[in-house]
């Protein structure tokens, strides 16, 4: 009988399974359940990286960091739903990405909301420093480190080559602003972003430009300063972000000596300003004749407007009037009349489509009043010239209704509107109209329009010297306490003292009165240390109130 042979294969144990053992897939989920962990905690490690270096990592690599611990992450949750979530139901893992989803975001969160602020930039301690930001590249391609090597070069350069900088500091590597904004109309951004650079570093100028090249090599420099409003209020034309003439750099930045004569143009535009800004510190702090003399060099003949655009030749003769004007305040006679023909023909070399024309036109009307007033400088009946002062009264008028007018213009031309008629009241050429205590009540409106802050002491004292002239001592009480409490000269605050304190001896307010006496010496006192008040000015003022205060204690006793 034959054997037959038997297929013995199917007792042959299976060495293929179609997955691995249970014990294999395991240690996959675990492997990738652990990937995924490290993925959602590398933002949190960055932030310990950060915290311990005491320094932010930069944007860029951060970003790319995050995206890359982003991508593993994905791929070990997508790993562990395939491994244990695939004969679950499409509800259950679209829990688990949204789980694994949070989980990332909340990890991110925590690096963002943690993150140690960037070091502070270093802070200048000076009145007068200067900050350069840099330059940016406005058309082809910038090497951006020879820019920064340029805007260092300048700094130190600028040291000790302009009196009047206390300091001199580069943060071209230190901090990045939109100088792109610079050739846009709209600079919110860029003016924003300086005004808190600026306050960070207590920069009074901030330096920067912009840069451009042409085909043939020759680079073209656009510089540009950021002045700060709370160092010029009384010239806001000059706050902010503006730009000055472009200057030519034939030997492009490759050259030592194209570099170094951009270097000294720079300097000297940027003394220029620098000069003219003491100036106007000088002025505001009553050295009327010292700023006349700063202003003086700058309105040299042989200067070239078209390349000092950092401060118009309008802008100079304006202000060199006003200082000229004001040291006439100071004199009699013809010494008087001389300083007043002055300023006069300062602002009439001011063009009327110049940025300053507006401010010149009314400039001159206040110079024409003062120069009605005569050599006795008094608004008494027969003492003035009636047509000059008619004439700058009927100017001023138009002036504070024209709607053409930025409204800083309308307000100084109200009160200086207000002053002509107190004079032609007091003069007893005009009936009282009312005037004068609009124009306060328009100041008052408006006393946060910028450039306006010396006109409400101004207008309240005239309120206060008309309702005197009526004999309503309480008014001109209140009037004189407003001019007291916005007025920042001593020497005016001074005089708003005295009359306060002999309005409050006349309604028997001795107690008002002597308080007042002791501000105005303090503020006699200040300005004598400033060299703008005598010790015997002082000690007559003294002595004429000790004589007002006994008559008022006899009369209020009695």
């Known amino acids: 009988m034959p054997v037959h042979a038997q297929d013995d294969s199917s007792d042959v144990p299976d060495d293929s399974p179609d997955g691995p053992p249970g ?9 990738w359940s652990l990937l995924g962990v490290f993925a959602a905690c590398v933002p949190c490690a960055l932030l310990v990286v950060e915290r311990v270096g005491s320094a932010a990592l930069s944007p860029v690599p951060l970003v790319l960091v995050i995206l890359a611990a982003l991508a593993g992450y994905v791929l070990a949750v997508r790993a562990v739903v395939g491994e244990k979530f695939t004969p679950a139901s ?3 893992r679209a829990l ?30 000076g009145a007068r420093d200067v900050a350069v930001v840099g330059f940016a590249p406005r058309e082809g391609r910038q090497d951006r480190r020879v ?3 340029l805007a260092d070069t300048f700094a130190h350069d600028l040291v000790g080559r302009i009196p009047t900088a206390t300091g001199v500091r580069s943060y071209a590597g230190e901090v990045s602003l939109p100088l792109g904004e610079l050739q846009e109309t709209h600079r919110g951004g860029l003016e924003r972003k300086t005004a808190r650079f600026a306050d960070e570093t207590n920069a009074e100028i901030v330096l920067g430009g912009l840069v451009s090249s042409d085909p043939a090599g020759q680079t073209t420099l656009r510089p540009a300063v950021y002045v700060r409003a709370d160092q010029v209020p009384d010239s806001p034309e000059v706050a902010g972000w503006y730009l000055s003439a472009p200057v030519l750099a034939t030997g492009g930045w490759e050259s030592a000596r194209s570099r170094s004569q951009l270097s000294a143009e720079l300097t000297r535009r940027l003394g220029t300003l620098a000069r003219f800004m003491d100036a106007l510190d000088t002025w505001r702090n009553g050295s009327p004749g010292e700023a006349a ?16 655009g950092f401060v118009p030749p309008d802008l100079v003769r304006l202000f060199h009037g006003n200082a000229v004007q004001d040291q006439a305040s100071a004199e009699a006679g013809a010494a008087r009349q001389e300083l007043l023909e002055r300023a006069r023909a300062d602002y009439l070399a001011v063009g009327p489509q110049s ?8 400039s001159l009307q206040g110079n024409a009043y003062r120069r009605a007033l005569g050599p006795a400088h008094t608004c008494r009946p027969g003492t003035v010239q ?17 709607r053409d007018l930025p409204e800083r213009g309308r307000l100084t031309a109200t009160v200086y509107l207000a002053q002509a008629e107190l004079c ?12 004068v205590e609009r124009a306060v009540a328009a100041v008052r409106a408006a006393r946060d329009v910028p450039g306006t802050a010396q006109l409400l002491p101004l207008a309240e004292s005239f309120a206060a010297r008309r309702a005197d002239d009526r004999g309503d001592e309480a008014a001109a009480v209140a009037h004189f306490r407003e001019a007291v409490a916005h007025e920042r000269d001593p020497v005016r605050r001074a005089l708003w003292d005295g009359l306060l304190a002999s309005s409050s001896l006349r309604r028997c307010d001795l107690a008002g009165a002597r308080a007042a006496q002791r501000d105005a010496l303090d503020q006699l006192a200040a300005a004598q240390l400033a060299g703008r008040a005598s010790y015997a000015r002082r000690h007559q003022y003294e002595q004429l109130f000790n004589e007002e205060l006994r008559q008022a204690e006899r009369i209020c006793g009695a």
């Open 96 to 125: 688990v990405w949204s789980a694994a989803a949070v989980l990332f975001l909340a990890s991110v969160g925590v690096l963002l909301a943690f993150r140690p602020p960037p070091p502070p930039l270093t802070r200048m301690s």
């Open 23 to 31: 014990g294999t897939g395991r240690a996959a989920v675990w492997l």
């Open 386 to 402: 009636a047509g000059l002062l008619a004439q700058a009264s009927q100017a001023l008028r138009a002036f504070s209704e024209d």
């Open 424 to 435: 032609r009241i007091t003069a007893g050429l005009v009936k009282d109209n009312g005037t």
């Open 355 to 362: 940025p300053a024309g507006w401010r010149a036109a009314i």
């Open 293 to 308: 003399r700063i202003l003086d060099g700058l309105l040299d003949p042989e200067r070239d407007p078209a390349t000092d």
């Open 90 to 92: 499409r509800r259950s």
């Open 147 to 149: 820019l920064t090597d």
